[in-house]
Nanobody, 126 residues
């Protein structure tokens, strides 16, 4: 079982920014596509963004395009999700997930991913 840990969540005012990190401890992240998902209370888990194993391909949900940026630093075994212009509707538990494979693409379908982190809470409120 792969071990991924998310961090960077917290409470932020509308219009503010947060950067989430997804770290894999002890092993390389090179061969994994990474997706970020979120789930609000009472809601379904939805794909937010994903990045292919070497970062050549990224995808974003329409609701976050132009506001969120996904990136990765394989030397640090870390994938980041920079979230700008946050809105109350961005409030959710955010999870990172991993799919093993060196293909130059990623998908935002939860069943494509085999390993998940424990999540980090993001709350956008004034």
């Amino acid at each position: 079982q792969l071990q991924f840990v998310e961090s960077g969540g917290g409470l932020v005012q509308p219009g503010g920014s947060l950067t989430l990190a997804c770290v894999r401890f002890g092993f390389t992240l090179d061969d994994y596509a990474i997706g970020w998902f979120r789930q609000a209370p009472g809601g379904q888990r939805e794909g937010v963004s994903c990045i292919s194993s070497w970062g050549a391909s990224t995808q974003y949900a329409d609701s976050v395009k132009g506001r969120f940026i996904i990136s990765r630093d394989n030397a640090k075994n870390t994938v980041y999700l920079q979230m700008n212009s946050l809105k109350p509707e961005d409030t959710a538990e955010y999870y990172c997930a991993a799919h093993v494979g060196q293909g130059g693409f990623c998908v935002m379908t939860s069943t494509w991913y085999s390993s998940w982190g424990q999540g980090t809470q993001v709350t956008v409120s004034s």
